[in-house]
């Protein structure tokens, strides 16, 4: 059994990189063909080479970028933990945002939803997901301080630690959470999930627009259906990430969506907004809805491989 579960797993994985290669050709094939600037500087002889780690989580040491940067090599990433991104690495998007083009067909399909008025939507922070994810050092010691993302589980607890399902299981209490695990995989599938009320079935998207508040939070990495959630109509609560992506400093808490601390210990206090039947929360919900739909409507996938593609114009010209 455990020989038939490892080469499913793998079989899993090839599957999954092949499917990232295709999409970075994909990708870098609309970068050549819908910016002339960029054709001019790979046929100009300048040599370019590119580094892109296929990995969920594109981290590459700091020591191994500056290397790279010195012969000529750009480095790209699409997810790069927070204390480890340098100013020479061109933040690119990720592979979700590339193979839908931006989630344009997801978000036609949700359109009619998205455009619902906030205040119609149901009163809670709805969240469906997977129990992928890390436990981060913190102040806990070197032996606890392990990634749980491998088929070797650090711990008899290592589960009941996972954020996902830490934020599950802290929903039972909170009237105006809807946060459930709906999938249990990597440790979580040899072990138990501390409360079997934390478990909750699959939601399509349509379900999760129909709520006032939507919760995101960081599994193996940030969470890459960031772009289409910003756009919800919904407003969006973040659990504070260990991550970069993209456009992570284009987001501004307050403004285009909610903060969470990363320990979960304001969840009740920052989402119970979306119990509120005021005027002023519900003008202060919207508000953060269309800061966020007005910001990601910016980020269109065109718009993107322009910006990427004179990004990289500029570092091969460096």
Known sequence: MR???THATRERMRRRALARA???VAFVVTLAS??????DVLAGGWGVTVFWV?????????RVVDALRATGVIVLAHSVKTTSMRENVILVPNFHFIKTEGFRGKLDALDAKTRAPLARRKPAVFWRGSTTGTIECGASSEASCQSVGSDDPPGSDACARLPRVQAAVAAESVPWLDVKVSRRVQVCARQSVPNARAMGEHAPEATWVEHKGILEIDGNVDAWGNRWRMESGSVVFIVKSNFEHYYTKRLVDGTHYVGVAADLSDLAEKTELVSRTDAASIRKME???ENARAL??????ERVVADVADRLR???SA
């Open 296 to 301: 990601m409507r910016e980020l269109t996938y």
């Open 34 to 39: 819908r910016r002339r600037a960029l054709v």
């Open 3 to 5: 020989a038939t579960s």
């Open 314 to 316: 500029a570092a091969a």
């Open 54 to 62: 296929m990995e969920d989580d594109a981290t590459t040491p700091g």
């Open 22 to 24: 295709v999409a970075v």
């Open 287 to 289: 508000r953060i809805a």
